[in-house]
């Protein structure tokens, strides 16, 4: 699971580092607790043309189908299992033709301490051990809301854990190569969705560090979330 990531850079930064030739009209500011339901930016094809861009998307995918927001509230879409893309009605449709990178400084995880039912956890904070950001997999949908309007929303691929996260959690994001975007990010229909990517990152590649557990709150954030 990714319930909570952090990200640094702010709309330029994330232009740059990932490609981005169209931004949108909104402001993004450094967040070092991201939690779901708010809108974050997302990288994505643009309609007509193979350009990058980014756009604002509530975290939560809300599928096309659905007959009403409250069907898909909470947690239970903020994640998308990746043993699941080609099979659950939710996700096949965005899993052949909107899949997105989510720009990301690193994600928290909380680690059990016991086996007690209501055991303590201590968060950690993951990232690379290059200092770079990360692009993790995300597939986005669009569902027209009673007035009208289009609300877009995204959810973040997840799988098995590497080595330096099943300590701490069975599951984590997929951390796509900076040599796989395109190809994640392709509507090519010629050739069947990119599932080969869908793998644990490189473990030696990754680092882990307790941080404040205040994180827990979606209430507090600063920098200091993540000492």
């Not at 659905?66 to 998308?80: D, M, R, V, W």
């Not at 059990?112 to 950001?133: C, E, I, M, W």
């Amino acid at each position: 699971m990714c319930g909570r990531y952090y990200r640094v850079g702010d709309k330029q930064a994330i232009a740059e580092r990932f490609h981005v030739r169209e931004i949108g009209d909104f402001v993004v500011a450094p967040d070092f607790n991201i939690a779901p339901t708010t809108f974050q930016p997302v990288i994505r094809l643009e309609r007509e043309s193979d350009v990058r861009e980014l756009a604002l998307m509530r975290w939560g995918l809300v599928p096309y189908f659905a007959k009403s927001l409250s069907e898909f509230k909470g947690f239970s879409t903020i994640n998308a299992r990746a043993e699941t893309l080609a099979t659950a009605a939710t996700w096949r449709g965005p899993f052949q033709r909107r899949r997105c990178l989510i720009p990301a400084d690193g994600f928290y995880e909380w680690k059990r301490l016991d086996r007690a039912p209501k055991a303590a956890k201590q968060p950690f904070a993951v990232s690379l051990t290059s200092g770079s950001p990360m692009a993790l997999a995300g597939l986005w949908d669009a569902w027209k809301e009673p007035t009208g309007e289009w609300l877009q929303s995204f959810a973040i691929v997840t799988t098995e854990a590497n080595e330096i996260m099943a300590p701490i959690h069975d599951r984590m994001p997929v951390i796509l190569h900076q040599r796989d975007w395109e190809e994640w990010l392709s509507r090519d229909d010629s050739r069947p969705p990119p599932a080969h990517l869908l793998r644990p990152y490189d473990s030696d590649a990754m680092r882990t560090a307790p941080c404040n557990p205040l994180v827990g709150n979606v209430r507090n954030n600063g920098p200091e979330m993540l000492h």
